[in-house]
C-alpha cells in the first residue's frame, strides 16, 4: 500500500460479476483521480489482493464463484488499513448489515446511484489516509534520534530511547527517576504510544496532589451510596484505563495506607470500589514515577519494599539536564520553533552570547526550565534572534566564568528555601502559604516535615 504524499493516488478494487456495473464505477471513480482495477469473480481479486492490498474495495456480495464476505475477511487479514464498501441488491440488506459488523466500511444498494457510491468512496479513503499517517507518524517516532520528541544525540539520552523501544511492547510494569523537570511523562507516553494498546486510554495521576482519603476514591472508584453525597457510581481511574495505561507521579508521595492497597491490585489485578463488595478484573499497565530515590525510601522505612519491586520490574533512569549539556542547542531549536509557531512569531535562534550561557547554566529546573526560559524569550524577541536582554534578568548577566566556579544549591536546597520565605510571607500560615506555593494543604505538611520546617 502507497504512503500518503501530495500526489496519492488510492488503489481502487472494483469486484462484479456484471460487466455494466464494473464500467460504471470504474468510469465515476476515475474522475476523482483514483487508480481502479476491475475483477469479474472473486478468487482472481484475492490473488491481486494478496499481492499488493488495495486501499478501498467495493466488492458485491453475491460472487459466481466465492462470497463477498470470504474477500471481506480475507482483505482485512492482508491488511487491516483496507477498506470494503459491500454492493448488494434490496434483498439482502441484511447480509449488508452483517458484513458492516464484520469490518466493512458501508454498503450500497442495486441500482447504484455514483454520486452515493463516490461520496462513500472518499469517507473511506479519507479513513483510509489518516490511518497510513498515524502508522507512518508511529513508525518516525519509533526510528531516528527524534524519538517521541525525546530530544537529543547524547550517550545518556540514546541509552533511555533504545530502553523505551526495547520496553514498550511489553506490558510490564516500569517505573521511571530523575528529578523535576526531566520528561518523566513524556517517557511514559513514549512508552505508552509504543505499545500495543496505544489505541487505548493513557491516564496520568500525581499521587501528591491529593489528600490521603481522595486518593482511593480517585483510583479506586466508589459505590452509589458508598458515603454522604455519593449519588452515583464512579469509575476511578484504574478501572477508567482498562486496557490502557496508567500513569502514578510522584508514587513515593503515597501514603503508606494506600501503597498496601495499591500493592493488591499490581499483585491480584482487581480492585474494590469504596463501598463495593465485588471485586473487578482491571487489565492496565502500570508506569510509576518518582523524583525521590525509592531505594533509599524502602531503607528509611517511607515505602513499601514489596510494592517497590513490584513496580520495578523495568527501571528507566532520566538524567539530569546538566549532566547532557550537549544536548541544549537542540532542545533550544526545539522550543523555538514550537513557541514562535504558537505565538506567530519568526524567532529562528539564540545569539552566540545567550547559546554559551544557555550551555553552561546547570538548569535546577532541567528541561522543564530550559522551556519556560525559552518560551518567555521567545514572546519578549523583538528580533528573529533571542538575544541577552530576553532572557530571564536572573541569568541574562551570568558569565561564562561565573558559572563554571559558582557553587550551586541542589533542587531540594532552592526548595526549602523558596517555601521557608513563603512561611515568613504569611506568618507561617499553612493554608495562605499552600495557597501561594499552589499546593494542596497536604503536600505542604509533607514538605515540612520533610525539609524540617515545623
Not at 33 to 60: H, K, M, P, W
Not at 254 to 271: A, D, G, N, W, Y
Not at 337 to 362: E, M, Q, W
Request: net charge positive.
Amino acid at each position: 500500500m502507497h504512503p500518503v504524499t501530495a500526489d496519492w493516488q488510492p488503489r481502487v478494487a472494483v469486484i462484479d460479476d456484471e460487466m455494466i456495473s464494473r464500467r460504471e464505477i470504474k468510469r465515476g471513480l476515475e474522475r476523482e483521480g483514483y487508480l481502479v482495477e476491475t475483477f469479474a469473480d472473486g478468487t482472481s481479486a484475492l490473488r491481486q489482493i494478496e499481492q499488493n492490498a488495495f486501499d478501498l474495495i467495493i466488492c458485491d456480495l453475491k460472487l459466481p464463484d466465492i462470497s463477498g464476505m470470504d474477500i471481506l475477511k480475507r482483505a482485512c487479514e492482508v491488511s487491516h488499513r483496507t477498506e470494503v464498501i459491500m454492493i448488494t441488491g434490496f434483498s439482502s440488506i441484511e447480509s449488508a448489515i452483517e458484513a458492516i459488523r464484520s469490518g466493512a466500511f458501508h454498503y450500497v444498494t442495486k441500482p447504484l446511484k455514483m454520486a452515493e457510491l463516490r461520496a462513500l468512496a472518499s469517507q473511506a479513503l479519507t479513513k483510509v489516509k489518516l490511518k497510513i499517517e498515524k502508522e507512518a507518524l508511529e513508525k518516525e517516532l519509533f526510528s531516528g534520534p527524534r524519538n517521541y520528541q525525546i530530544i537529543g544525540h547524547s550517550k545518556a539520552i540514546e541509552q533511555v530511547r533504545q530502553m523505551i523501544k526495547k520496553v514498550a511492547p511489553l506490558s510490564c510494569n516500569v517505573l521511571i527517576q530523575g528529578e523535576s523537570g526531566t520528561g518523566k511523562e513524556l517517557v511514559a507516553r513514549a512508552l505508552h504510544c509504543g505499545s500495543k494498546r496505544r489505541n487505548n486510554p493513557f491516564i496520568s495521576f500525581n499521587c501528591g496532589s491529593f489528600a490521603e482519603e481522595l486518593i482511593a476514591n480517585e483510583l479506586f472508584g466508589h459505590e452509589k451510596g458508598a458515603f454522604t453525597g455519593a449519588i452515583e457510581t464512579k469509575l476511578g481511574l484504574l478501572e477508567s484505563a482498562h486496557k490502557g495505561t496508567i500513569f502514578l507521579d510522584e508514587i513515593g508521595t503515597m501514603p503508606m495506607s494506600m501503597q498496601i492497597k495499591l500493592l493488591r491490585f499490581v499483585q491480584e489485578r482487581t480492585i474494590l470500589r469504596v463501598g463495593g463488595i465485588k471485586p473487578i478484573a482491571v487489565d492496565v499497565r502500570l508506569i510509576a514515577a518518582s523524583n525521590q530515590d525509592l531505594n533509599r525510601a524502602v531503607v528509611n522505612k517511607k515505602f513499601r519494599q514489596d510494592l517497590y519491586y513490584r513496580l520495578k520490574v523495568v527501571l528507566i533512569t532520566l538524567p539530569p539536564l546538566r549532566s547532557r549539556l550537549e544536548d541544549i542547542p537542540v532542545l533550544v531549536n526545539h522550543f523555538i520553533t514550537r513557541y514562535s509557531h504558537a505565538f506567530g512569531k519568526h524567532v529562528t535562534g539564540v545569539s552566540p552570547g545567550v547559546l554559551d550561557i544557555l550551555c553552561n547554566y546547570p538548569f535546577p529546573g532541567n528541561i522543564r526550565e530550559l522551556e519556560h526560559i525559552i518560551e518567555s524569550a521567545v514572546a519578549l524577541a523583538e528580533d528573529t534572534v533571542i538575544r541577552r536582554a530576553d532572557l530571564p534578568p536572573d541569568i541574562q548577566n551570568l558569565s561564562f566564568n561565573n558559572l563554571q566556579q559558582q557553587k550551586w544549591p541542589s533542587l531540594e536546597e532552592y526548595e526549602k528555601d523558596y517555601i521557608q520565605k513563603v512561611l515568613v510571607k504569611t506568618g507561617y500560615k499553612k493554608q495562605a502559604a499552600a495557597r501561594i506555593l499552589k499546593i494542596p494543604r497536604t503536600t505542604l505538611w509533607r514538605k515540612l516535615k520533610r525539609f524540617n520546617l515545623q
